[in-house]
């Protein structure tokens, strides 16, 4: 079963960069589709980005693309998002979990989740 612990988060001001990091354990992370998610407060949780097994591709929410970057490094078993030109509309807890397959969007088609990292933008 596969165990992912995300880090990075924190308190950042409007039009910052961060970045996050999700680490894998307990299964094999090479080959496997890797997502983030956000949630929120008040709304459902929602797909922010995507990468291939060997990280050649990638895909993004729409709110996001241009200033979101997904990235991994398989020999560290390590997914990022950096993240640039926050805004207050960014704030969320930030999930990365395992997906079935490339270009999925919804929650059903991602099985293992890490437990969240917070990420709050202040004005």
């Known amino acids: 079963q596969v165990q992912l612990v995300e880090s990075g988060g924190g308190l950042v001001q409007a039009g910052a960069s961060l970045r996050l990091s999700c680490t894998a354990s307990g299964g094999t992370f090479s080959g496997r589709v890797m997502g983030w998610f956000r949630q929120a407060p008040g709304k459902e949780r929602e797909f922010v980005a995507g990468?291939?097994?060997?990280?050649?591709?990638?895909y993004y929410a729409d709110s996001v693309k241009g200033r979101f970057t997904i990235s991994r490094d398989n020999a560290k078993n390590t997914v990022y998002l950096q993240m640039s030109s926050l805004n207050i509309e960014d704030t969320a807890v930030y999930y990365c979990a395992t997906g079935k397959y490339y270009g999925a969007r919804r929650e059903s088609a991602y099985n293992y989740w890490g437990q969240g990292t917070q990420v709050t933008v202040s004005s």
């Open positions: 990468v291939s097994g060997d990280g050649r591709s990638t």
